[in-house]
C-alpha cells in the first residue's frame, strides 16, 4: 500500500514545475531498467535489469542455463563468490540547481555495495532489508554516471566472522547435506540464500528493489502509515497518521493537514508546523461516532472492508500533497491469562474482541531470485491460501519482509500475519556497526509495513530462543553468558525497544518458540521454550508413528509442524534428465537437503502402506511421489485435527490449542520438502487436504483406548444444530454395512467438543462381520440450510493391513461448463487416495486425494490460464492406492 502511495504521489508533484523558478513539491526519477552489468575482472560484461540481481541477469541473456536445473546449484557458485558492477549513465531529469536537495534512494540493495555517482562515493550498504537514502546534492550533474561495487556476500559474511575475533558466534556452516555457504548470520540478508533444509544456495547480489532521484525544496515525505485504535470508553475508533519527513528549509514549516474519509462522515483539518531536519507529524483523527464503521476481519470471519481515505498536505509556498489510501478498522490482542484448571497461560489472539483459531502455514521466499516473484505468482499462491480454508500466514524469520504486494494482497484477502524479524536457526553478532544496521532495519520494516491491518504480530526470531535453550551449538557452559546478553541485546533491547517505540498497536514476541510471559519473568530465555503450558511450540518428529495423535504436544499454539514430500513429477520434469527419474538417483539426492530425508518418508510411509513396487523405474519413481504425497497429507491431517480438537479442552493440565500452522506453505524450488504447494503453485495432496482439515465446521474422529471419538470442531460465530451421519464400509463393497443419524447434536460457536462415542469393539459388532482390516469408518455433520462439514474418516488399521480392498476400475469424462471443467469419476471399488494429476497444466481441483466410496463423484478444475479440453484429456492421470502396486 504504501509503495502505491508513495508512487501516486511521485506522480502528483513529479516534476511539476522543476524546471520553472521556485519548484514547490518534489521531483522523482526512477532509475529502473537496463544497467551495464560486469564482474569483478571485466571478463564478463552484460545488461542487467534493475531491479534484479545478477544470477537472472545472466540467464536472461542466455550466459547461464536455468539455476535450478539439475545440479546447476553447485555449477553456478562462482557467480556469488564474484564482484560484480551495476553501472549507467543518467541525464538528471531537471535542472539540479533548483532544488535544494537531491537525494539517490534505494528501496533495496542485496546487500554489500559501495555506490558511486561521478566516481564520489556516496554511500555503503549492507544490509538487504534496509532502505538507503543517500544526498547527492553536491555530486549530481546533468549527465552522470552512478556505479554499484558489490562486494560478494559470501566473502563479506567470512571477513566480518573473521574479524569478530573475541568469540566465535555459531553455526559456522551449514550441514553439508545443505551444500551451502557459511557465516549467513555475519551478513543482513536472506538467511536462507546461503541454503536451508528445503532450499539451494544462491547468494544473489543486485539491486533488488526500485531505485530513483528525489529532488525537493522545503520538505519531503518519507513515511505515511495508519493505525486505528478503539476507544471503549469512548466507544470510538480513531485512526493515528504519522507522517515523517525530511525538512530543508532552515526555517520551520507551517502547513495545514486535511483528513477525509467520507464514508465514515469524517473530515478533520489540523495545523502543523515541521522543525528542520526529521520531522515527525503525529495526528489523531477520531472517526465520527455516528457513522458505523465495518472493521477488517479474517477471512472466514466477515469481510475485509477498508475506507478510502484522502490526506492532502498544504505545506506553505504551493507545496501540496495529496494521499489516497485504505483506512482499516480491527483491534488485535495476543492473550495470555490463567486458565482454570491448568498451570500456564493462554497464547490466543482475539480480533476485534473474538476469539480467533489460527488456521495456516508458514511462508518461505517464494524463489531464490526476489525479482522473479511477480505479482501474478503472489497473487496464485495467497488466493490458493484461503481456498484451502487458512486464515493466517507466518511469514518466517530465515527469508525476507515480503514486498509491499504481498501484504496489499493478504489485506484484501484476509490472511493474519504473524511477521518474524528476519533471523533464524543461529546466533547473531550484536557489535556497535551490526545493531546499528539492524535498528535501521527494523524501524524501517515497521514504518513500511505497519499500516496493514494483516500484520497481527511481530516476533524476534525463528527458533533462536530454542538453540540457546537447547544449546544447540555446543557451547560449553561457562561460555554461555556472552550469548545470552547478546540475545538480550539484539531482540529485547533494541528490536523490541523499537518495535514498541514504532508500533504500539500490535503485540510483540521475542521468539517461535517460545514461553511468552513466562520466557520473559526467565530473562527472556525460557529453559524449555517448547512448553506446552505456555506460548507456541515447534514440533517434528519423522520416526513416530504420525497417525498416532498421542505422540504430539497439547500445545497452547502449534507454529511449526510438518512433514516432508517430493513435489510431482512434471514439476521435477523441468529440472531433471531422464538419468535422474528414480528415487535414489544423484538428482534425488542432490534435492534433499534435510538429512536422511527420503528415508524417513519411506520409513513414515511404510508404517502404513505397503511400498510401491514396479519394474519400471519411471512409473516406481511416480508412484514413490505419489506414496510421499499421501503420507504427507494424512501425517498433518492427524496432527492438525489433533491440534483443532483440543481447542476447548484441558486435559492433565493441556490443551486450549488456539492456532495450527504447519510448516511449510511454498516452495522455493523444485526439491523434497514440507511444503503443500510446489514450486509454481501446483497443489500437492496436502494442500487439499488442508481445505478439508482446516474447513469451518469439521468433524475429527480419533480412538483413545479402543473407543471412538468423534468431535465436532466449529469456527462458525454462532452456536448451531447439527445432524452428525456415521457410515461403516466394507473395504471391499461401497454398499455401507451400517449407518447411523445422531440428531439434535448442538456445537457452540468457536469450539471444539466430543460428540460421540462408542467402543470400537461396539461398533464392530453392531457393523456385520467388520473387523479392524475389514473396515472403514466415514462421517460427517449437516445443519440448517447449505451448513455442512466436508466428510471425514477414521482408517480402523493401516491400510497395508486392510482386507477387501480392491484395484478398482477408475474413469474420468471431461466435459467444460464455461470456465470450468466437471471431470465425472467413476469407479468399481471403494478407492483410497484418489489422485487426478494433470501434469503441467496450471490450476486446480475443487477436491482431490479424497477417499471414494460412492460409484460416481463429480470432480471441478478451475484453470488458472485459459485451456483446451483436448489438453486436459491428454494430461490426466488418475492414481489411486491400489494402483502403485
Ligand atoms: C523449522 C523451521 C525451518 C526448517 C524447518 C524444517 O525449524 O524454522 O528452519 O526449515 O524446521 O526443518
Redesign the pocket.
Same mark, same amino acid.
Given at each position: 500500500m504504501l509503495r502505491r502511495l508513495l508512487l501516486l504521489l511521485l506522480a502528483a508533484c513529479g516534476g511539476r514545475g522543476a524546471l520553472s523558478g521556485s519548484p514547490p513539491g518534489p521531483a522523482g526519477h526512477s532509475l529502473r531498467g537496463s544497467w551495464r552489468l560486469g564482474n569483478g575482472d571485466g571478463s564478463v560484461v552484460l545488461s542487467g535489469d534493475v531491479p534484479g540481481c545478477v544470477h537472472t541477469a545472466l540467464l536472461r541473456q542466455g550466459l547461464i542455463q536455468d539455476p535450478y536445473y539439475r545440479f546447476n546449484d553447485l555449477a553456478y557458485r562462482w557467480i556469488s563468490l564474484d564482484n560484480w558492477t551495476y553501472s549507467r549513465t543518467f541525464k538528471a531529469p531537471f535542472d539540479v540547481s533548483k532544488w535544494q536537495k537531491v537525494n539517490l534512494v534505494f528501496e533495496g540493495v542485496d546487500t554489500v555495495a559501495q555506490i558511486l555517482i561521478n566516481n564520489v562515493t556516496v554511500g555503503r550498504t549492507d544490509n538487504m532489508f534496509n532502505r538507503y537514502s543517500f544526498d547527492i546534492t553536491s555530486v549530481i550533474k546533468e549527465v552522470n554516471f552512478i556505479e554499484v561495487r558489490f562486494l560478494s556476500a559470501i566473502s563479506y559474511a567470512a571477513e566480518q566472522s573473521r574479524s569478530h575475533s573475541a568469540y566465535s558466534v555459531p553455526p559456522q556452516c551449514p550441514p553439508p547435506v545443505q551444500k551451502g555457504e557459511c557465516h549467513v548470520n555475519f551478513i543482513r540478508k536472506e538467511q536462507c540464500s546461503f541454503s536451508?533444509?528445503?532450499g539451494p544456495s544462491f547468494p544473489t547480489q543486485g539491486i533488488w528493489k526500485d531505485v530513483r532521484i528525489e529532488a525537493y525544496n522545503l520538505c519531503h515525505l518519507i513515511y505515511f502509515t495508519l493505525t486505528p485504535s478503539y476507544v471503549k470508553s469512548a466507544q470510538q475508533w480513531s485512526l493515528e497518521i504519522e507522517s515523517v519527513f525530511d525538512v530543508v528549509s532552515s526555517k520551520p514549516v507551517v502547513g495545514l493537514v486535511t483528513v477525509n474519509i467520507p464514508k465514515l462522515q469524517t473530515q478533520q483539518t489540523y495545523t502543523t508546523e515541521l522543525s528542520p531536519g526529521e520531522g515527525r507529524i503525529v495526528l489523531l483523527v477520531n472517526i465520527n461516532k455516528s457513522a458505523t464503521v465495518q472493521t477488517w476481519w479474517p477471512s472466514g470471519h466477515g469481510n475485509q472492508t477498508g475506507y478510502d481515505m484522502t490526506t492532502t498536505f498544504n505545506m506553505g509556498a504551493g507545496y501540496k500533497i495529496e494521499k489516497f489510501s485504505k483506512a482499516y478498522f480491527r483491534t488485535v490482542e495476543l492473550v495470555e491469562d490463567p486458565i482454570p484448571g491448568s498451570p500456564g497461560l493462554s497464547f490466543y489472539f482475539r480480533i476485534n474482541g473474538l476469539p480467533i483459531f489460527i488456521k495456516g502455514s =508458514?511462508w518461505?521466499p517464494a524463489d531464490s531470485f526476489q525479482d522473479r516473484v511477480s505479482s501474478d505468482m503472489l497473487k496464485l499462491i495467497l488466493q490458493s491460501t484461503v481456498d484451502a480454508n487458512m486464515n493466517a500466514l507466518r511469514v518466517?524469520? $530465515?527469508g525476507v519482509y515480503e514486498q509491499d504486494e504481498f501484504y496489499d494482497i493478504c489485506d484484501e484477502l484476509g490472511i493474519m500475519i504473524w511477521q518474524d524479524f528476519m533471523f533464524?536457526?543461529a546466533l547473531y553478532p550484536t557489535d556497535q556497526n551490526y545493531l546499528e544496521s539492524v535498528r535501521a532495519e527494523v524501524t524501517h520494516q515497521v514504518k513500511r509495513l505497519k499500516s496493514h491491518p494483516c500484520i497481527i504480530l511481530w516476533s524476534g526470531n =525463528? %527458533?533462536n530462543e530454542a538453540a540457546i535453550a537447547g544449546n544447540w551449538f555446543s557451547i560449553p557452559h561457562v561460555e554461555m553468558k556472552v550469548y545470552l546478553k547478546d540475545y538480550v541485546t539484539l531482540y529485547v533491547k533494541n528490536i523490541r525497544e523499537i518495535v514498541l517505540a514504532e508500533d504500539k498497536s500490535r503485540p510483540y514476541i521475542t521468539s517461535s518458540p517460545t514461553n511468552g510471559k513466562e520466557s520473559v519473568k526467565k530473562g527472556w530465555l525460557s529453559p524449555n521454550p517448547y512448553d506446552t503450558h505456555y506460548g507456541d511450540t #515447534?514440533f517434528?518428529d519423522y520416526l513416530s508413528d504420525c497417525w498416532n495423535w498421542t505422540v504430539y504436544p497439547k500445545t497452547r499454539f502449534a507454529s %511449526?509442524y $510438518?512433514f516432508q514430500s517430493w513435489p510431482s513429477f512434471s514439476t521435477l520434469e523441468k529440472v531433471s534428465s531422464t538419468e535422474d527419474w528414480s528415487y535414489t538417483s544423484n538428482f534425488s539426492l542432490h534435492r534433499q537437503h #534435510?538429512a536422511a530425508g527420503n528415508d524417513q518418508m519411506l520409513h513414515q510411509a511404510g508404517l502404513h502402506f505397503k511400498l510401491p513396487w514396479n519394474t519400471d523405474p519411471l512409473k516406481l519413481f511416480k508412484d514413490t511421489i505419489y506414496l510421499t504425497q499421501v503420507m504427507q497429507a494424512q501425517c498433518i491431517k492427524a496432527e492438525t485435527e489433533f491440534y483443532r480438537r483440543s481447542q476447548s479442552e484441558i486435559i492433565n493440565g493441556e490443551g486450549r490449542t488456539m492456532g495450527s500452522l504447519y510448516?511449510?506453505l511454498n516452495d522455493i524450488w523444485q526439491a523434497p520438502s514440507?511444503a503443500s504447494l510446489e514450486y509454481g503453485g501446483k497443489w500437492k495432496m496436502l494442500h487439499y487436504f488442508a481445505q478439508h482439515f482446516f474447513a469451518p465446521l469439521l468433524p475429527v474422529g480419533y480412538e483413545d483406548d479402543g473407543v471412538l471419538y468423534i468431535y465436532g470442531v466449529s469456527d462458525l460465530h454462532s452456536d448451531c444444530e447439527l445432524t452428525l451421519q456415521v457410515s461403516v464400509h466394507q473395504w471391499s463393497s461401497m454398499k455401507p454395512v451400517c449407518t447411523l443419524a445422531k440428531e439434535g447434536v448442538t456445537l457452540k460457536a468457536g469450539s471444539a467438543a466430543p460428540i460421540y462415542k462408542e467402543p470400537i469393539n461396539d461398533l464392530l459388532k453392531r457393523c456385520g462381520n467388520c473387523t479392524r482390516q475389514s473396515c472403514v469408518v466415514t462421517f460427517y455433520l449437516m445443519g440448517k440450510g447449505e451448513l455442512r462439514s466436508p466428510g471425514n474418516y477414521h482408517f480402523l488399521s493401516s491400510l497395508k493391513d486392510a482386507v477387501g480392498l480392491e484395484k478398482a476400475q477408475l474413469s474420468a469424462t471431461i466435459s467444460q461448463q464455461g470456465d470450468l471443467y466437471a471431470f465425472v469419476l467413476q469407479t468399481t471399488a471403494i478407492t483410497p487416495f484418489v489422485w487426478l494429476d494433470v501434469g503441467n497444466i496450471p490450476g486446480r481441483f475443487n477436491d482431490n486425494g479424497f477417499l471414494m466410496t460412492e460409484k460416481r463423484k463429480v470432480v471441478v478444475f478451475y484453470p488458472w490460464e485459459p485451456i483446451r479440453i483436448e489438453e486436459l484429456e491428454k494430461s490426466l492421470s488418475l492414481t489411486s492406492l491400489m494402483d502403485i502396486y
Open positions: 536451508w533444509d528445503w =508458514n518461505i518466517w524469520g $530465515g533464524a536457526c =525463528n %527458533e #515447534h517434528y %511449526e $510438518g #534435510h510448516w511449510q514440507w
